[in-house]
Each structure stands twice: as C-alpha cells, then as structure tokens.
C-alpha cells in the first residue's frame, strides 16, 4: 500500500502550491484536494499562459491523472461553472479526469449574503474573507445544517435548500443587513441564485463517489496520491493567527479529515515557502515592509491576490514562522519560491527571531495579534543577477545559495527544488 505525499503552503497563502502541483503531477497518479474553497487562487503558467484555479485540484491539465474534490472541499456551483467553461474553451474535458466527493459541502448563494453581512458587522475589526462564502459555509458544516454534493440528487434537495435559505435571511437581517441592496457580481440575490440553480447542471456532469473509499482503494492499487491544500498553514483554524484565519485545517492533519485516510497513510510532506513574505488581508504579519522595499516586493513580484485581485502586503521571509509551519505540519523536504523577485537587491534580510516586551523568542505566542513584535533581523548579501536561462540548482548565484542553505540550517529541512520564474520549466531540483 502506498503513502499519500502532501504539498502544502507555510505562510500566509500564495506561496506557489498550484505550480509546484502541476510540475509534481506527472509523478502522481491521483491529485487530491482536501480543504478551502474558492477562495484559493492556484495559479498555473505554461507554454505562454495563464491559468487560475479556485475549486478544481491542479493536475487538471495532465489527461492521464485522475483529480478528486475531497469531502473537505466547499464547492460553490457557479464559480465551478466557470472554471469548467474556461478549461474547456482551452481544449480540457474536465469530466474525463475530474471526481467530486459526494460528502463536500455547497455553497450556496445566501452564503455569500452571510460572509458580507458578518464582514459588515465586525466594522474596523473585519478578517479581510474573500467574501466567497466560506465561513458560513463551514459554520453550517459544523452547525450539521449544510448541504452537501450528494444531497443534489435528494428529491426534497430543493425544500432544504430553502430552508437554509430562509435560515440565512432572517439571520442576516437581524444584523441589519439590507438584504435588497446585496449584490454578487453586480446581480441580485434572486437573480445569482437563479445562475447558481443552472450552474447544478454542469457539476451533475460529474462522476460523485464516496471518498473515502475511492482514496484507500487508489492507495491498495499503488496508485500514487499527491494530497494538495489550499491557503496556508499560518491559516490554519486551529495554529494560524486566528482570528485572521481561513475556516479549515490547512496543515496535514487536515488531509485525514479531508479525504478520510488514516494517519498511517501520510508519507512525504513538501512545504512551500517564498524566499520573501506575503500576506492578503488582515491579521499580524511580523516582518511586512512599509517602505520602498515594500512596494518594490509588491511590484517585481506582481503581488496580487489570484482570487480578490487586492494587493498582497510584503515583508522579509519570517523564520519563526517557518520553523512552527514546519514543526506542526512535519514538513520533510521545502521547495522555495520567487527568489528571482529579489535579483536586484544589494542585501536581503532574514528575521531570524522576535523581540517581544524586551525579550528574545524564536516562538510564536499566543498573544500574536496583539503584542508588539519587532522581528530581530540577519542581512544577507543579494545575488544582483538575473536568473533567467539557469537550468541546474548547482548553478544558481553563490550568494543566493548561501540565502537557501541559511534556510535550511534555520528550519532543519532540507531544500528539494527552488523555482526562478512562474513557468513550469523553471523549477531547479536539488
């Protein structure tokens, strides 16, 4: 019986998980989804394009594998629509490769009513949610209320949705919520749910499966499994900075509860890192930069959200933060991302630890949000070349060696690839 590898994110999200995915794939058999929703924003360059993936696992565009949609994941049936008319205009059938849990939890458009209504309720204290409806998708989860992709082919799945709906009405304006004046893409409530009811066609399309035992029987052939997730491990629910948080497990505890496998399944764990730092909305970000640097971060690194299109703030690679990702998720082998976006730097830096209230600490206190933190800084000469047409790691610059080698020394993990450019082929193997 084969393990079950899982690629996931260290920081705050963005961090590249959609490429390293795709170029992984072709060693994979099954590439599984295990959390979030659309509020990820997997971003995938090859041959010259572009392409964006919120709900659908990255190795969609490799015929040969299978992707599943596991029992953790929210599906919101019209951006699925749109992901799927968007594959298809670019020659990929989907409905070949692609199966979908029947345990995965919907959400609906009244969900999207709930996200903006709870955000407008918090006021200055607002979380910054992509407002795609995950939190009140997942509260309904755990609230035990939630429909699920199963509960579509139910013959009362109309009178439960409903329910919900009327649930989520009178919840929302009770906050003083208008309701009327709500829009989802510059359309109503009624009219977005009316585009939502059409879009269940398409996700009926495809092949609905027990998860669970789909997974365990891939892993008793031998079929190779890559467990991908989605935001981050500074996300997590239970470890990130709550409440600046995502609603899921994020680590790789979540890939048991997301697609139903037993701890003794996990194999490797491959974490992403930045070679800087990135965060999209609210919440502590220790190392941010509100300089020229800052925006010059922003800028090279075309640092905007795959999903909200907002601005990502920009800061130093955070190493405390690193090694908790590291320790939690038992991350066995790194891949290191965009350290081309600091080619032109004469130093950068590293926080190696925090100063918290006058004392030294490389750990992540309880009191993140609140307490002031200045990160205690370590400067590295910059590499000040171009990294374009390298095609070997041994070859990348002296200097930004040393950069990589100070990051595995600081997390204890070693390096397995770093990547110079978005493009698929400029991933450098150890």
Not at 12 to 25: A, H, P
Not at 83 to 106: F, P, Y
Not at 154 to 180: N, P, S, T
Not at 397 to 406: D, F, R, S, T, V
Request: aromatic letters at 8%; glycine letters at 10%.
């Amino acid at each position: 019986m084969t393990k079950i590898d899982v690629l996931l994110g260290l920081q705050w999200g963005d961090e590249g998980k959609g490429k390293i995915v795709d170029v992984l794939t072709p060693r994979y058999d099954v590439i599984a989804r295990f959390q979030g929703g659309p509020n990820a924003g997997h971003t995938l360059e090859f041959n010259g394009m572009k392409h964006v993936l919120h709900i659908i696992p990255s190795g969609i565009f490799h015929e040969d594998k299978i992707n599943l949609i596991g029992n953790g994941v929210l599906i919101e049936p019209r951006i699925f629509r749109q992901e799927i008319d968007e594959l298809t205009a670019k020659g990929v059938d989907a409905t070949r490769n692609l199966v979908v849990s029947k345990k995965a939890h919907l959400i609906l458009p009244s969900h999207r009513m709930m996200d903006a209504a709870n955000e407008q309720a918090k006021g200055n204290a607002k979380i910054g949610s992509t407002l795609k409806g995950i939190g009140p998708a997942y509260t309904d989860k755990i609230a035990r209320t939630g429909l699920r992709v199963g509960d579509m082919l139910a013959e009362d799945f109309i009178e439960r949705y409903g329910q919900l709906k009327r649930q989520h009405l009178l919840m929302a304006r009770a906050m003083g919520f208008d309701v009327e004046q709500f829009r989802i893409d510059g359309m109503t409530l009624g009219e977005y749910e009316q585009v939502w009811m059409e879009s269940l066609a398409t996700l009926k399309r495809f092949r609905f499966v027990n998860s669970e035992y789909f997974i365990n029987r891939c892993l008793q052939e031998d079929k190779k499994v890559l467990a991908e997730g989605a935001q981050a491990m500074m996300l997590d629910i239970d470890f990130g900075t709550y409440p600046f948080v995502t609603s899921s497990n994020t680590i790789t505890a979540g890939v048991c509860t997301g697609l139903g496998v037993a701890p003794s399944t996990i194999g490797k764990v491959m974490g992403i890192t930045k070679a800087y730092c990135t965060r999209v909305g609210a919440g502590p970000f220790p190392t941010e930069l509100f300089d020229e640097t800052g925006s010059r971060l922003c800028e090279l690194g075309h640092e905007y959200g795959a999903t909200t299109g907002r601005p990502r703030r920009c800061g130093w690679i955070d190493l405390p933060a690193l090694r908790y990702a590291c320790m939690i998720n038992g991350v066995t082998e790194l891949y290191v991302t965009k350290p081309d976006v600091m080619n032109d730097f004469e130093t950068v830096n590293m926080c190696t630890a925090y100063e918290i209230e006058g004392q030294k600490t490389d750990e992540i206190p309880f009191e993140y949000n609140t307490v002031e933190i200045a990160p205690l800084l370590t400067p590295y000469k910059g590499w000040q070349q171009s990294l374009a047409g390298i095609t070997e790691y041994n070859a990348l610059p002296a200097n930004l060696k040393n950069y990589l080698a100070a990051i595995e020394e600081q997390t204890g993990v070693r390096i397995a690839a770093v990547s110079i450019s978005p493009d698929r082929k400029d991933v450098l193997f150890k």
